[in-house]
């Protein structure tokens, strides 16, 4: 399988348009089988990782994300909110570190990070959400590798940026920004030594060439992401995209069973759409390499399954939480 993904000398990256696509079309069992196959050689069998999101900056962002409840250029339930004080965020740290996440992400509606107040309370959550011993993640759109340097000093463990869809389709969901600077923020990042979480969105109108383009990219970087989240789109009245159909469960599968392969190490993250998937989905996209969930009742704006309904589907399939 690795021969047929990287043929010698055809490309300088490690995986082609080609090989990507052709892992994509694989009889769904056997892609199963491979990326089971992948994951236990890989990570730890059997364990979840909990994360919690919080949104500490809501609403009101310039840029025009189709997808986003939170963008000004839509009309939606979310308007634009006073961000939250340093004590807020920290409570609802402690009360996820209680509930059983590890990990704490903090996102802001922001296009791109500004020096200043807010920038330095942001500073503080992050040295306050690691004295409390969690993981610290946040999304606060592009930053400069100076201020990814700050955040690596407060603390900071990781950063969360996604490439949302392929270079092709970028246009056709976001046009105030370009995947190059998407591209320039993750490097940013990692240079300034904070791991990578970058993953995409499916259902958005996509054609599956842009799902493999998006894994694609993520796997040619170098190093490959740590995290990988699989969102399925949240459709949200006033935006856009709000009237198109609801994903095949299956292609979810598919995009977490190719993540996995392609990007063995990463911890991938069944991310937002779950309270639309089965239980049996879930578990199915747990099988295929997913290792981790957002955990809690909301994710940024929008509502995730209840807590105790995650607690009992991961005991029903013999899971655990990471510890
Ligand atoms: N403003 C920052 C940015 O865009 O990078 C950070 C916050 S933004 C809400 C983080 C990510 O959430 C987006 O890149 C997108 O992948 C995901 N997201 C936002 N709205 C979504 C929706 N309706 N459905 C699925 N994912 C969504
Ligand atoms: C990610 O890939 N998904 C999360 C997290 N990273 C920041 C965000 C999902 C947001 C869903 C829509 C909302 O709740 O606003
Ligand atoms: Fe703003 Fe991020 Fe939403 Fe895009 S995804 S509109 S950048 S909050």
């Given at each position: 399988m690795?021969?047929m993904?990287?043929?010698p000398?055809a ?5 082609s348009r080609?090989a990507?696509?052709a ?5 769904l069992f056997a ?7 992948v994951h236990?050689?890989t ?6 990782q909990l994360c919690?999101?919080l ?6 962002c310039?840029?025009?994300c189709?997808?986003c409840?939170?963008?000004?250029h839509?009309e939606?339930?979310v308007?634009p909110e006073?961000m939250l004080?340093?004590d807020?965020?920290l ?5 996820a570190?209680e509930q ?8 802001a509606?922001?296009r791109e ?8 309370r942001?500073?503080?959550?992050v040295r306050?959400?690691k004295?409390?011993?969690?993981e610290a993640?946040?999304?606060?759109g ?7 340097r700050q955040?690596?000093e407060?603390g ?5 940026h996604?490439?949302?869809?392929s270079?092709?389709?970028y ?8 995947f190059?600077?998407?591209l ?6 990692r ?10 969105i ?8 842009d799902?493999c383009e998006m894994?694609r990219t993520?796997?040619?970087l170098?190093?490959?992401p ?8 949240v459709r949200?009245?006033g ?6 159909p609801?994903?095949d ?5 598919r995009?977490v069973?190719c ?7 990463a911890?991938v993250?069944?991310?937002?759409g779950?309270?639309e ?6 578990v199915?996209a747990m ?13 940024l704006?929008?509502p995730n399954?209840?807590?105790?309904e995650d607690?009992?589907?991961l005991?029903?399939?013999g899971?655990?939480a990471?510890?």
């Amino acid at each position: 399988m690795t021969a047929m993904l990287s043929p010698p000398g055809a490309s300088p990256e490690r995986y082609s348009r080609k090989a990507v696509r052709a892992l994509y079309d694989r009889p769904l069992f056997a892609l199963i089988d491979e990326a089971r196959a992948v994951h236990r050689a890989t990570q730890p069998e059997q364990e979840v990782q909990l994360c919690t999101l919080l949104s500490v900056k809501t609403g009101g962002c310039p840029e025009d994300c189709a997808y986003c409840p939170q963008s000004s250029h839509y009309e939606t339930e979310v308007g634009p909110e006073k961000m939250l004080s340093v004590d807020d965020v920290l409570s609802a740290a402690r009360r996820a570190r209680e509930q059983g996440s590890t990990r704490f992400c903090m996102g802001a509606a922001w296009r791109e990070v500004k020096d200043g107040p807010a920038f330095d309370r942001v500073l503080d959550m992050v040295r306050g959400v690691k004295e409390l011993g969690l993981e610290a993640c946040v999304t606060l759109g592009m930053v400069s590798e100076p201020q990814a340097r700050q955040l690596k000093e407060a603390g900071l463990d990781a950063y969360n940026h996604n490439l949302d869809t392929s270079r092709e389709n970028y246009r056709s969901i976001i046009s105030t920004r370009s995947f190059d600077d998407r591209l320039r923020t993750l490097e940013a990042v990692r240079s300034a030594g904070i791991t990578v979480c970058s993953g995409g969105i499916i259902g958005m109108g996509e054609s599956s060439d842009d799902r493999c383009e998006m894994l694609r990219t993520l796997a040619n970087l170098d190093p490959q992401p740590e995290s990988v989240p699989i969102n399925a789109l949240v459709r949200v009245p006033g935006t856009p995209l709000e009237n198109l159909p609801p994903i095949d469960p299956l292609d979810l599968v598919r995009m977490v069973a190719c993540a996995r392969i392609l990007i063995p190490g990463a911890r991938v993250r069944l991310s937002a759409g779950r309270t639309e998937l089965t239980r049996e989905a879930q578990v199915l996209a747990m099988y295929a390499g997913a290792n981790s969930i957002f955990y809690g009742d909301m994710l940024l704006t929008t509502p995730n399954p209840e807590a105790d309904e995650d607690r009992a589907l991961l005991r029903d399939a013999g899971l655990t939480a990471m510890g």
